[in-house]
């Protein structure tokens, strides 16, 4: 089996592409366009792809990039983020001037840069900033990067763990070619979907009513505007449960009466972390 993340090796996508699929080859890919397009045609079998941190929020982009992408959820995979900075050998801390990272890395550990002085540069990802760093001769620079990254590309450890919260947890969504759907009634199931409401006063409230009067638990809602126009809106939703179920399914049934394109984006079994957060993987 092959997976597609964004970044290069030894990219937080990468770690949660080998611990969710030990046996599997990973596959990276300079952009999440490209990430997508490699399950699209062949390259790989899936993809691995960053949905939402717990400190920094969502993933720019993916929320637009999926509904358009054509691929399913068929599951996902939360990563608790350990970053640490990384130079060449030799390098002390006090020789540095500026750390580069991917812009979500520079937002988990904001805190911690802004106490030593330490200027914050974007960059594609987390370990292309390491290899960046690497193919460098400036004792000035530092990259974030996890410890994979800081290993296959021969820097040190200057300080392990910077991320500003001990909570800092990545969310990951598994995408396919083909929709995999877990049976009912055979353990927690997620579902995932996008709609737009009516332009009609308190649209989103009735649309929502069905959640409320069937049980239905929404553990994500987030909006997005649609093509520069402020009048026109996106929702993201996550909610608990499989729409064979009847509460859901009548849930979604008045759902789609007070909305318009309503997109189903995956029906996947529910990480063990969201029953137990013990079940959390690091990337070490």
């Not at 964004?6 to 596959?27: I, L």
């Not at 920094?56 to 900075?85: C, K, T, W, Y």
């Not at 396919?176 to 997620?190: A, F, H, I, L, T």
Request: charged share 20%; aromatic share 8%; hydrophobic share 40%.
């Amino acid at each position: 089996m092959r997976i597609s993340f964004q970044g290069w090796a030894g990219a937080n996508s990468d770690m949660a592409s080998r611990q969710a699929f030990p046996d599997a080859e990973t596959v990276p890919c300079p952009s999440f366009e490209e990430a997508l397009a490699a399950i699209h045609d062949g390259r790989a079998d899936l993809g691995m792809i960053p949905i939402e941190n717990s400190i920094a929020g969502r993933v720019a982009d993916m929320h637009h990039l999926l509904p358009e992408s054509g691929l399913h959820i068929i599951g996902e995979h939360f990563l608790r983020v350990n970053h640490q900075l990384v130079a060449l050998p030799g390098t002390k801390l006090a020789d540095i001037r500026e750390v580069h990272s991917h812009v979500q890395a520079l937002g988990q550990c904001r805190q911690w840069l802004r106490a030593r002085g330490l200027k914050p540069v974007n960059h594609a990802d987390t370990a292309g900033a390491a290899r960046m760093v690497s193919e460098q001769s400036d004792p000035g620079i530092a990259a974030i990067s996890s410890r994979l990254a800081a290993e296959i590309y021969g820097l040190e450890i200057l300080a392990s763990d910077i991320e500003d919260a001990e909570h800092n947890t990545t969310r990951f969504v598994v995408l396919s070619r083909d929709p995999v759907r877990p049976k009912p009634n055979n353990g927690p199931v997620m579902t995932t979907f996008v709609f737009e409401v009516r332009s009609v006063p308190a649209a989103l409230y009735k649309a929502l009513g069905g959640f409320a009067t069937n049980g239905v638990n929404i553990t994500k809602l987030e909006s997005y505007m649609l093509g520069g126009r402020f009048n026109q809106t996106q929702f993201y939703a996550d909610v608990e449960g499989h729409p064979d179920d009847q509460s859901l399914r009548f849930a979604l049934e008045e759902l789609q009466f007070f909305t318009r394109n309503f997109h189903l984006l995956g029906v996947y079994p529910a990480h063990p972390f969201r029953r137990d957060p013990s079940q959390l993987a690091a990337d070490e």
